[in-house]
């Protein structure tokens, strides 16, 4: 079993880097998007699983693209293809696909089952999105914010951060990033819908969490959002639509912001809802960069994983 000798590291949540790991890897990304597909192969030979039970556009191309450039091979599996969908436990089917694989790239809707994943696998299991973290969509959107602000922007204390929605993953993912490298984080959700309180308090003094979108945005650098209802929400969509009103990137909003801020956003988008269409259309949108470095991002995470 040459995959149980090789030590072992999962990456489910920001908070398993260190700061200077995580500056690293950030810094290592971007050097990967200077290669393109010229760069070296450190996965040759190795073979990736892609266990998805969540819808994927940008998570899944760019992990297998990402794989190929690497020298890799990817297996794409879902439930319905596989013998989870039939019952099987989480902790058989990892045992058994560490035999097989180098990795486990894993997108679910319970964070306890990738927790599970990871404690029963023998190779390193990558977390491509639970209900609780979307860590890898953070690599990426820290690559962008070093686009447009300096190498160095993420090594400053004075970056101000803003996310206007729903405290789902990706602000779970927000606060955890806050709690590594320092930035300031103000969060405006409406009451009932604010983001882990453990990460909160985990962030201290640089994080909270406001009731007006403005308060959040003002003199802010980065501005994020995302959809108000996300996978397994729908049939609340309606509820938070009357919710979330008033919670919606448009330019009156921007105005408030630092002059030179940047917006962000994982998507898919919901234009004209949480996002106005001239926003993510406008010059302070990085959106479609940062879908980009989803890329660039997960080959620099991959390489530390398993280029051993």
Same mark, same amino acid.
């Given at each position: 079993?040459?995959?149980?000798?090789?030590?072992?590291?999962?990456?489910?949540?920001?908070?398993?880097?260190?700061?200077?790991?995580?500056?690293?890897?950030?810094?290592?990304?971007?050097?990967?998007?200077?290669?393109?597909?010229?760069?070296? !192969?450190?996965?040759?030979?190795?073979?990736?699983?892609?266990?998805?039970?969540?819808?994927?556009?940008?998570? %899944?191309?760019?992990?297998?693209?990402?794989?190929?450039?690497?020298?890799?091979?990817?297996?794409?599996?879902?439930?319905?293809?596989?013998?989870?969908? %039939?019952?099987?436990?989480?902790?058989?089917?990892? !045992?058994?696909?560490?035999?097989?694989?180098?990795?486990?790239?894993? !997108?679910?809707?319970?964070?306890?089952?990738?927790?599970?994943? #990871?404690? %029963?696998?023998?190779?390193?299991?990558?977390?491509?999105?639970?209900?609780?973290?979307?860590?890898?969509?953070?690599?990426?959107?820290?690559?962008?914010?070093?686009?447009?602000?300096?190498?160095?922007?993420? !090594? %400053?204390?004075?970056?101000?951060? =803003?996310?206007?929605? *729903?405290?789902?993953?990706? =602000?779970?993912?927000?606060?955890?990033?806050?709690?590594?490298?320092?930035?300031?984080?103000?969060?405006?959700?409406?009451?009932?819908?604010?983001?882990?309180?453990?990460?909160?308090?985990?962030?201290?003094?640089?994080?909270?969490?406001?009731?007006?979108?403005?308060?959040?945005?003002?003199?802010?650098?980065?501005?994020?959002?995302?959809?108000?209802?996300?996978?397994?929400?729908?049939?609340?969509? #309606?509820?938070?639509?009357?919710?979330?009103?008033?919670?919606?990137?448009?330019?009156?909003?921007?105005?408030?912001?630092?002059?030179?801020?940047?917006?962000?956003?994982?998507?898919?988008?919901?234009?004209?809802?949480?996002?106005?269409? *001239?926003?993510?259309?406008?010059?302070?949108? =990085?959106?479609?960069?940062?879908?980009?470095?989803?890329?660039?991002?997960?080959?620099?995470?991959?390489?530390?994983?398993?280029?051993?």
């Amino acid at each position: 079993m040459p995959n149980a000798l090789r030590s072992k590291r999962d990456f489910l949540r920001i908070t398993d880097l260190s700061r200077e790991e995580l500056l690293e890897l950030i810094e290592r990304a971007a050097e990967w998007k200077l290669l393109g597909k010229n760069g070296p !192969r450190p996965l040759e030979r190795m073979s990736i699983a892609l266990i998805f039970e969540k819808a994927s556009t940008r998570t %899944r191309v760019s992990f297998q693209v990402g794989i190929h450039q690497l020298g890799g091979n990817s297996l794409m599996l879902s439930p319905a293809e596989t013998q989870l969908g %039939r019952g099987e436990p989480v902790k058989d089917t990892a !045992r058994v696909l560490s035999r097989y694989l180098d990795a486990l790239v894993v !997108r679910t809707f319970q964070h306890s089952t990738i927790e599970e994943m #990871a404690t %029963r696998a023998s190779v390193p299991v990558v977390n491509a999105l639970t209900d609780a973290s979307h860590p890898c969509q953070l690599l990426a959107d820290l690559l962008t914010v070093t686009e447009r602000f300096g190498a160095d922007a993420l !090594r %400053r204390a004075d970056l101000d951060v =803003a996310w206007i929605g *729903d405290g789902n993953n990706m =602000a779970n993912s927000w606060l955890e990033a806050c709690s590594v490298l320092g930035f300031r984080l103000r969060l405006a959700c409406p009451e009932g819908y604010d983001p882990d309180p453990a990460l909160l308090a985990r962030a201290g003094s640089k994080a909270r969490v406001v009731r007006n979108p403005r308060d959040a945005v003002h003199g802010a650098h980065v501005v994020n959002t995302d959809v108000w209802a996300s996978m397994g929400q729908e049939a609340e969509k #309606a509820e938070r639509q009357r919710h979330f009103a008033g919670f919606i990137v448009d330019r009156a909003l921007m105005a408030a912001a630092d002059p030179k801020a940047m917006v962000m956003h994982c998507l898919p988008a919901h234009r004209g809802e949480e996002i106005a269409d *001239d926003v993510i259309e406008g010059a302070q949108s =990085a959106v479609f960069d940062e879908a980009e470095n989803r890329l660039h991002a997960q080959k620099a995470l991959l390489e530390l994983l398993l280029a051993q």
